[in-house]
């Protein structure tokens, strides 16, 4: 047990310090005079957000990815997108199958498994999850570039083509294009491939071994079927809310065909969980639109995936508990499981600690924040809560950041990607330790 | 067990019934010609909004209560506020010690007491929390007629003594001043008494009988500490926060001296919680305190109080459970007791029911409602919180709502005074029932 506790902590702290020295290996390479356009040395706060921006998968930048970075500059921003998504993943395998103490859950997952059929080892998961990924990626690289080929030739659209499929994939929401993708606003087939690309990064590994062994299986697991479910709810409840906010995206673009406005009103529903690639400028929505974003990015996507936020299974979970407790049912049952305890616990844990974080986050911000005339406290809260889901829409704070603005968002975007409970574990040394002294209980008033 | 799950819904649906009867009977006597000064008939909407208000203890209003209102209109007021508040905090003791399926706990605490010591009846604590509610009341309005009398005369001070007194003790938040208690700013006597008479308000019931009986049974309830203990962390936090944001006073009055902003900052300390008594326009206030007000009006007071929002021993209960999970410890405990699980479930459940209605709301209105150019979303987010935390202070977007805004805010105002668990008991018919059949348990990945 001890040992187990002592496993997790060291992989907590081992993927919490992995990233930040990506962050600083990325920082030292962006500073180098060959990463900008004009071959002028950037500043060390400039190169350490937009290396954090990079490996967290967030994608606020505080300049134009397309001007002020060179080719090396945006290579490493693509590499440092691909270690910060995929890297983690894998990582969340390892952490997945190794750590007793952080998935108790694991155990019995992996009992049912060997007892029903051959269970994946570690390695080969990890193998099939980076060939899939970069199948994907490969494959999304070939299509964009097609695309981009008649306007770009061909060097540059084989580049732009890899670079975004990486960024779709990766969920980083870096774009080598002006204002993000809002040249794409009306090509359905650019933002067909990103959409599906966002969708394949988002939904984690789990889910993606579930699918690629239920032939064989005959098995989803609980928390592929809560994912699957809850992410289902989510997209259609975003695409009916956005539909009615800004009336059938008529609100942002009036002129354009009713065809491309569905196509732009899916797309605005994929893109706040976690992506951040936008079409238009967020600026334009309408109030109760950026409320509903804020809520997504809130959200964020599925955990052990590219996605930010307190993840899809964990607002699910708490969903089905608070129904059964609504109910009086004493039980928090779903698709014929028991959740356990802890697993409800941590749940909660992780949302209290989330709002707890975003609230300090804005008040800060509130306090040392001067704020451009037309901007509201909206703008703070956006960013805030943009940085935490690592979705990187902004309503244009990002430039206006104070340097202590850009700290506290650097470090959001870092606690939103490694994770509430890795920097938590980390930074308070946990151990499992029950303790020998049993309490008796009693209750409070509540309500 | 079936019976007092039946009992512990038919009590749920008294007090939500109840009250709705109570809004009704208000909403029927302030539309009588006589219940306004000028000796017109109200609008429906106008005394349906006061009398939700009123009996809510909330205190936002579409109407000056001062001039719009005769004094048997502001009697009725008074009188709303009266059973809103004592009637609420009378019928929670019923509750308590009546319902077995509700509070599990109690058991517990009564069989302590039954084997500690003699144990309070449920009428002679009725009867104790009337006696004491009433005299608090009635010292503190003549401690306010004295000082009101130099200035508005025998008669006058007097019912501006027992109005305020009630509004404060029931943290109604109604003012017959201009302003709410703006012209006050500067008098420490008024303030410090209003100040208190609100505390003793927000106490709740179970705070007072512990406080009361100690001398008998040396015992507080692990309800009374959590309460005192969070309670006390909130209020010297609230200090602290605003003396930082608002620089002490200055952003808000420059010119007051030391000694008052001293006791501004105490009474602002003291307001958001439920009150809405204040002594300035909350519009003056940095973002920062707004975001901060936001924050106390979500959390509200302590439970089988005058209060409203989610309650302080909620927050209390789930920062306690928070920090136990993160320290990977099983059991949650306070104070030598450990909470059972199912007060930690309801703790939850409070939380996201709240969050989704507040979120609903601010959505809602955020679509439907026209705001004047210099409002932004925070006042909506604001008179939202103000309603569901039944603290009734406004950024002024009260007078502006729209007929479908006024409706949603009396909602918020009244699910913020009834109680989630309540409306909702009431509204899903709930009843206790165990399952037969128990699933086996299995996880899903969180975070
Ligand atoms: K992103
Ligand atoms: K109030």
Redesign the interface.
């Known amino acids: 047990m001890f040992t187990f ?1 002592n496993r997790h902590f060291s992989l907590s702290a081992t993927l919490t310090i992995g990233f930040v020295a990506v962050i600083l290996l990325g920082t030292l390479l962006l500073t180098l005079p060959i990463s900008t356009a004009h071959g002028i040395q950037s500043s060390f706060i400039t190169a350490l957000f937009t290396a954090t921006s990079a490996t967290c998968v967030t994608g606020l930048t505080l300049v134009e990815t397309s001007t002020y970075w060179s080719f090396f500059g945006q290579f490493v921003i693509m590499m440092l997108s691909e270690i910060g998504g995929l890297g983690f993943m894998t990582f969340m395998v390892l952490m ?1 199958t190794s750590s007793r ?1 952080k ?3 694991s155990t ?2 992996l009992a049912q498994e060997s007892l029903n059929l051959q269970h994946l080892s570690q390695i080969k998961l990890v193998k099939m999850i980076v060939g899939l990924s970069l199948g994907i990626q490969g494959i999304g690289a070939i299509l964009l570039s097609f695309n981009f080929y008649p306007k770009y030739g061909l060097l540059k659209s084989i580049w732009f083509g890899i670079f975004h499929s990486v960024s779709a994939y990766c969920n980083a929401g870096f774009s080598l294009f002006n204002n993000s993708i809002a040249e794409f606003q009306n090509n359905t087939y650019v933002l067909v491939i990103l959409g599906l690309l966002i969708l394949s990064g988002s939904v ?1 590994f ?1 889910v993606w071994r579930d699918l690629l062994t239920y032939h064989k299986r005959h098995h989803l ?3 592929t079927k ?2 699957i479910r809850t992410g289902f709810i989510i997209l259609v409840g975003s695409i009916a ?1 956005y539909t ?2 800004e009336e059938g995206f008529s609100n942002i673009s009036p002129h354009t065909s009713i065809f491309h406005k569905i196509v732009n009103i899916l797309f605005m529903a994929v893109t706040p969980r976690t992506a951040g690639l936008v079409t238009f400028d967020y600026t334009h929505l ?3 639109g ?3 974003t804020m ?1 997504l990015m809130f959200i964020g996507g599925t ?2 995936s590219t996605a930010g936020g ?2 899809s ?2 607002i ?4 089905i ?2 129904w059964a ?7 928090v ?1 779903f698709s ?18 989330a709002f707890l974080i975003i ?1 300090i986050a ?2 800060v911000l ?2 040392t924040q001067p ?1 451009a005339q037309k901007m ?3 703008y ?1 809260i956006f960013e805030v809560l943009a940085a935490f889901g690592t979705t990187g829409i902004s309503l244009g704070l990002t430039t206006h950041l104070t340097l202590f603005g850009k700290i506290i968002i650097m470090l959001m975007m870092f606690i939103g990607r490694v ?3 890795n920097v ?2 980390t930074a ?1 040394n ?6 020998d002294i ?10």
Do not use: W
């Open positions: 506790a997945f103490r998935l108790r859950l019995q997952l984690g789990l697991s609980l928390h809560l994912s809310l009615l906010t309408s109030m109760a950026i409320f509903l809520i955990p052990g307190i993840k299974t964990t699910g979970l708490l969903a508990q608070t407790t609504l109910r009086g049912h004493h039980d049952n014929g499981r028991r959740f356990p305890r802890e697993n409800i616990y941590r749940a909660l844990t992780l949302v209290i600690v609230s804005t008040f509130c306090m704020l509201g406290v909206e703070i994770g509430i409970f938590m574990y308070l946990a151990k499992n330790h029950q303790s049993r309490y008796p209980e009693e209750g409070v008033l509540i309500g």
